[in-house]
């Protein structure tokens, strides 16, 4: 339910209501303990966001149920009425042979596994630093392998630390909901009571209570979970008095990468084998994935990851329709400009509530996840994404760590906390 003003006085704020804020609220409402969410954006959901085009439910935010053997949110989709699809990926399905032949897409997957692999035996020895340093040297899959680097991390591989990109536990299972991801986020916080357009601006720490001012006034907690994006903690979107440095000096080792997405009709779409990949180029990062036809349907899917989303971000939204143009008429004939034209776009390095798309430990910053998501005072916890230390950049990763945060909290406070992970609320 949507508050048109948050109450003087709660037991818990929870500030953000995205996936990780959403499944904290839920835990909380378990108690008897009062509760609200203070969002600053008009809608509920975070960096989940579902819209609604050509008929069809595009998520401009994440999309995947990574890991859905073991993502608690896979088990919620089917109860909220919602469905579940279990299609293959498209990065298992190559289209055409257009960039690259079978050999070669043969040897770029070894090429990427022996990365992989060397990435694993670095960081078994204790080996920190750039995962870019592993990369063999000349190796002609290298500006590849960064183009992957871009859609799993929004950054290139120079950029992500080694201990932090092998921490990372996938179980290789994806499945999506056709409906939208962000649409079984929306409904997950659907009754919860949210109270939109009320950005905090300052939490006082120097009483006995939590003092927290908003665009719709003070609100006073006992507790605090705070489920910001990293970006915003390090620029101090939030003030906190007294400050709080290690808590900022964390979020900044653990800054946003950028990834975009571009959503495209295209007519004739049959050409196509459904739920396939194309890559624009092999010889550079900067270049787009292309999911050809997502759940069977008339589209393609455009992902734009690292220095690439940001430089055609600066651009404006109409660059990404531009660039995908370009590299999609290269590979496929000039007259298929003509085919496709733009249905939305996301911009999630200038949304102001954002500032990027999922989080990645910077080299030598591994440990920052732990660090940010420490307890402060036993009054304020930290979650979100980028404090999961192996599912961070997910949706289900953040849904974990709401949980654990509102059971630290309930703790606090004197209550049971509950079971670890594995209810049915984290």
């Not at 609604?52 to 949110?73: K, T, V």
């Not at 000349?138 to 080694?162: H, K, Q, T, Y």
């Not at 409906?179 to 009571?193: F, I, K, Q, S, T």
């Amino acid at each position: 339910m949507t508050l048109v003003r948050p109450p003087s006085s709660v037991d818990v704020a929870v500030i953000g209501a995205g996936a990780a804020g959403i499944a904290a609220a839920r835990r909380l409402a378990r108690s008897d303990l009062s509760v609200v969410v203070l969002e600053a954006r008009d809608r509920i959901g975070g960096r989940a966001h579902t819209l609604l085009r050509e008929g069809h439910a595009l998520d401009l935010g994440c999309g995947w149920l990574h890991s859905a053997d073991e993502n608690p949110l896979a088990q919620m989709v089917e109860p909220e009425g919602l469905t579940i699809d279990r299609t293959p990926p498209p990065w298992e399905s190559q289209a055409f042979d257009h960039e690259m032949t079978s050999a070669e897409q043969a040897e770029f997957g070894a090429a990427f596994a022996a990365f992989e692999g060397r990435v694993a035996e670095a960081a078994a020895r204790g080996e920190e630093g750039p995962a870019s340093r592993l990369f063999e040297p000349d190796c002609r899959w290298n500006p590849r392998i960064d183009a992957i680097s871009g859609a799993l991390n929004g950054a290139r591989f120079a950029e992500v630390s080694i201990r932090d990109y092998d921490a990372y536990r996938d179980t290789g299972v994806n499945w999506r909901v056709i409906e939208g991801y962000g649409r079984l986020v929306e409904r997950l916080g659907a009754r919860l009571p949210v109270a939109t357009h009320c950005a905090v601006s300052r939490i006082d720490r120097s009483g006995p209570v939590l003092r927290l001012e908003t665009a719709k006034g003070a609100v006073e907690a006992r507790a605090v979970i705070f489920t910001l994006p990293t970006d915003l903690i390090a620029a101090g979107v939030v003030r906190f008095d007294p400050p709080l440095p290690d808590l900022m000096e964390a979020a900044a080792s653990l800054p946003l990468g950028l990834a975009s997405k571009l959503h495209m009709t295209v007519t004739g779409a049959e050409d196509f084998p459904k739920d396939s990949q194309l890559w624009g180029r092999a010889d550079t990062a900067e270049t787009g994935g292309y999911h050809l036809r997502p759940f069977g349907r008339p589209m393609i899917e455009a992902w734009f990851g690292g220095d690439i989303a940001r430089q055609l971000e600066a651009e404006g939204e109409a660059a990404f329709f531009a660039f995908a143009a370009d590299e999609l008429a290269h590979l496929l004939g000039s007259s298929f400009r003509k085919r496709i034209a733009p249905a939305a776009a996301s911009m999630w390095g200038a949304d102001p509530w954002s500032r990027g798309a999922y989080s990645h430990a910077l080299p030598g910053k591994a440990g920052d996840r732990a660090r940010l998501k420490a307890p402060v005072e036993n009054r304020l916890f930290t979650a979100g994404e980028a404090t999961s230390e192996v599912f961070y950049g997910t949706a289900h990763g953040a849904w974990l760590e709401g949980g654990r945060a509102a059971r630290e909290a309930l703790a606090a406070l004197g209550l049971d906390p509950g079971p670890a992970p594995g209810d049915d609320e984290a």
